[in-house]
């Protein structure tokens, strides 16, 4: 008899499937949305998380906290708001969306700047954000600006340091490569090979819940706009997000779920599905390929879903991950679908990479749409977050 206890195939989220069976679905605003979330399966939400400010520190035009909450199951999220040094009255308010990257080592960590910065962030931010830290660059245009780790990446990410039976052989094929290589992979490298082939048994365990990768993710998003829209300083009529690859992806799934956003840039995640098909479906996470949802139509129509959102999407012409012909395509649809102060396409050069000057025509869209203006010096503490004297509330 073999008595071997195999390892858990969620640790740390052993809790997770209690927690949707309690709050088995999201409840939306319209029908349009309703059907989406019930197609990703979007759990419902417990009560709101008390927010706790861990740190906050002053630094090059910024006022950066790292926030932290309990959502009920899994472990403890980690966020950072960021907004303008000294900014006093309402701003509007931006959630940034992490992308996905292959790093679920880190989560929004690669958006802020940071005293103490993981290599994986920064490489991050090298790679895929010419440098510049998106969280952080927002917020010095005059948004309160709130980005957070989703669930399975960074704070949110599963316990992979004893890995389940499938995701440990996949795991020790790879570190058979690195010696052969003679590579010496770091705490990152070592995570993310984990993480990457554990993706599947996540989403493997989440249809089994009735959910799905997406649903959970947005089942968080869902959560840090309303915190978002509940700190002091932040004018919860004027909320936003955006996001670079499966942020992007995150941005379109947050308008089209609540009109609570009023604006969504969406960068390097636009096309049809039929253009994934045979040649590109291999490229993506199961962030995207929810099973289904093709069945509501194409995603680029999911932008008809969102009541109140204005749109930017932003091409990259030589995107390794989307073919060009499905992209021209997509802007064709949303062409057809928005009005043109709804909708605003635009063509890049390069390929998946969220430049300097991409950023900078969202930060536009953000601002023209969202209507932020200079911050003015404060004077009172009216928009300071309240620290919670208590301690970690779970």
């Not at 195939?9 to 999201?26: G, L, N, T």
């Not at 002091?232 to 936003?240: E, F, I, Q, S, T």
């Not at 956003?261 to 960068?267: E, G, K, P, V, Y």
Request: proline share 7%; with cysteine.
């Amino acid at each position: 008899m073999n008595n071997t206890v195999r390892p858990s195939a969620i640790a740390a989220y052993e809790d997770w499937p209690a927690y949707v069976r309690a709050h088995p679905r999201y409840r939306a605003g319209t029908p349009a949305s309703q059907e989406f979330a019930d197609a990703l399966g979007v759990p419902g939400a417990s009560a709101a998380p008390q927010v706790q400010v861990q740190w906050e520190e002053e630094h090059d035009g910024v006022t950066t906290s790292q926030l932290s909450w309990q959502l009920g199951f899994g472990p403890r999220t980690t966020g950072w708001l960021v907004r303008p040094a000294g900014s006093s009255g309402q701003l509007p308010g931006v959630l940034a969306l992490h992308c996905h990257g292959g790093n679920k080592f880190g989560g929004a960590d690669r958006l802020v700047e940071l005293p103490d910065s993981h290599p994986s962030a920064a490489a991050a931010r090298a790679g895929l954000y010419d440098g510049q830290a998106l969280a952080t660059e927002t917020a010095r245009r005059g948004f309160a600006v709130l980005a957070h780790d989703s669930f399975a990446w960074g704070s949110r990410g599963f316990d992979l340091s004893t890995p389940p039976w499938r995701t440990g052989a996949g795991l020790e094929a790879r570190r058979a490569q690195w010696r052969q290589d003679g590579v010496v992979p770091s705490e990152a490298d070592l995570y993310n090979a984990a993480a990457g082939i554990h993706e599947d048994t996540v989403a493997k365990t989440a249809g089994l819940l009735g959910t799905s990768l997406a649903g959970m993710v947005a089942h968080d998003d869902l959560a840090a706009l309303d915190i978002l829209a509940g700190l002091p300083g932040v004018d919860a009529g004027r909320l936003g997000c955006m996001g670079f690859s499966g942020g992007g992806g995150r941005s379109l799934a947050l308008a089209a779920l609540t009109p609570a956003i009023r604006a969504s840039a969406i960068t390097c995640m636009m096309t049809t599905f039929e253009s994934l098909l045979p040649a590109y479906l291999d490229a993506h996470s199961w962030l995207l390929q929810t099973p289904g949802l093709w069945k509501l139509g194409d995603w680029p129509e999911l932008t008809a879903r969102s009541p109140a959102a204005a749109f930017l999407v932003q091409y990259a012409l030589a995107d390794q991950l989307f073919p060009e012909a499905g992209m021209r395509q997509a802007h064709t649809i949303l062409e057809n679908l928005h009005p043109a102060d709804r909708y605003t396409g635009a063509f890049w050069p390069g390929g998946h990479v969220f430049t300097a000057a991409m950023q900078d025509q969202a930060f536009e869209f953000l601002g023209r749409t969202l209507g932020a203006t200079a911050p003015l010096p404060a004077d009172d503490a009216s928009h300071r977050i309240p620290s919670s004297p208590q301690g970690p509330h779970s």
